[in-house]
């Protein structure tokens, strides 16, 4: 019986876990091989060797999602990866945050950034961020850095409780600015994460 070449690279070939950085969520499964690793090792973006396709296959190259390198560890029996990587975008090919269908964990900045941008969009008179939107962003702008302003000086005098205060006012004014800017947490995440990246 002789043994394709799809079936020799196949035996070959070890599975990768995909696991987000932060959250240590479980973003799929896929496999690699030799060569696979090294690209990845040397472009820091997961590079997978496709079974279907029958080729190396960088998540992303079609999408732009890719999977931004953070760490690379091998089991204790040198058999399996996993692979810590910020995603760009969803994983899953089918538009799901991971494989396995589950959604993005979002902390509460970013459910408040959901309410900002629902304030933004269904303007209330009631509303004290609609209110905000309606000044203009040269007004959201100042709130910013009098709110800036109050932290420096609150962390100066020792001042934890106040400093708590005047942060959690900060980060609210400063996601109402984002959203006048139509831009939000997950553009400044990208840009730190390109940052550290680089190092």
């Given at each position: 019986?002789?043994?394709?070449?799809?079936?020799?690279?196949?035996?070959?070939?070890t599975p990768a876990i995909i696991q987000h950085a932060q959250t240590n969520q479980v973003l799929m499964l896929g496999y690699m091989n030799e060569e696979s690793m090294e690209r990845t090792k040397?472009?820091?973006?997961?590079?997978?060797?496709?079974?279907?396709?029958?080729?190396?296959w960088t998540k992303g190259e079609t999408s732009g999602n890719f999977l931004n390198v953070v760490s690379i560890q091998e089991d204790c029996d040198d058999d399996t990866y996993l692979i810590k990587?910020?995603?760009?975008?969803?994983?899953?090919?089918?538009?799901?945050?991971?494989?396995?269908?589950?959604?993005?964990?979002?902390?509460?900045?970013?459910?408040?950034?959901?309410?900002?941008?629902?304030?933004?969009?269904?303007?209330?008179?009631?509303?004290?961020?609609?209110?905000?939107?309606?000044?203009?962003?040269?007004?959201?702008?100042?709130?910013?850095?009098?709110?800036?302003?109050?932290?420096?000086?609150?962390?100066?005098?020792?001042?934890?409780?106040?400093?708590?205060?005047?942060?959690?006012?900060?980060?609210?004014?400063?996601?109402?600015?984002?959203?006048?800017?139509?831009?939000?947490?997950?553009?400044?995440?990208?840009?730190?994460?390109?940052?550290?990246?680089?190092?």
């Amino acid at each position: 019986m002789t043994i394709s070449k799809l079936e020799t690279m196949n035996s070959q070939l070890t599975p990768a876990i995909i696991q987000h950085a932060q959250t240590n969520q479980v973003l799929m499964l896929g496999y690699m091989n030799e060569e696979s690793m090294e690209r990845t090792k040397a472009e820091a973006k997961v590079t997978f060797f496709s079974r279907s396709k029958n080729r190396l296959w960088t998540k992303g190259e079609t999408s732009g999602n890719f999977l931004n390198v953070v760490s690379i560890q091998e089991d204790c029996d040198d058999d399996t990866y996993l692979i810590k990587v910020m995603p760009e975008g969803d994983t899953c090919h089918k538009g799901t945050y991971t494989c396995f269908g589950e959604k993005e964990p979002a902390g509460f900045l970013h459910e408040l950034q959901g309410v900002i941008q629902s304030r933004k969009d269904n303007p209330s008179e009631k509303s004290y961020t609609n209110e905000l939107f309606q000044k203009g962003t040269k007004k959201i702008a100042q709130k910013v850095g009098e709110e800036a302003t109050e932290v420096i000086l609150e962390a100066m005098d020792n001042k934890k409780d106040l400093l708590i205060e005047e942060s959690s006012d900060l980060l609210y004014h400063f996601l109402v600015l984002l959203a006048d800017q139509g831009l939000k947490l997950e553009d400044v995440e990208a840009k730190l994460m390109e940052r550290h990246l680089k190092k």
